[in-house]
């Protein structure tokens, strides 16, 4: 039987961050909303939201980048 270790390691990055994610919006934001209600959770969330933007912006030029480098390497 063979493995993809390559699938695997893919699988397991999405899983960690998917984890760090949840971890950071619902404890994060729950944490916030227990100690100091509901209206400072909705600026949290807002405030998380903004500064997700940024780094979600990085990661699709990157993979832009590299689907155009696929492409045009394909020789």
């Not at 695997?8 to 919006?25: E, K, M, S």
């Not at 100690?35 to 030029?61: E, K, N, Q, R, W």
């Amino acid at each position: 039987m063979t493995r993809n270790l390559q699938k695997y390691a893919r699988q397991t990055n999405l899983r960690l961050i998917a984890g760090a994610l949840v971890l950071l919006f619902i404890v994060g934001d729950g944490m916030i909303y227990l100690i100091y209600g509901s209206s400072a959770a909705v600026m949290g969330l807002f405030c998380l939201l903004a500064g997700m933007t940024p780094v979600v912006l990085v990661v699709l030029i990157i993979l832009i980048l590299d689907w155009i480098t696929k492409r045009v390497n394909r020789d």
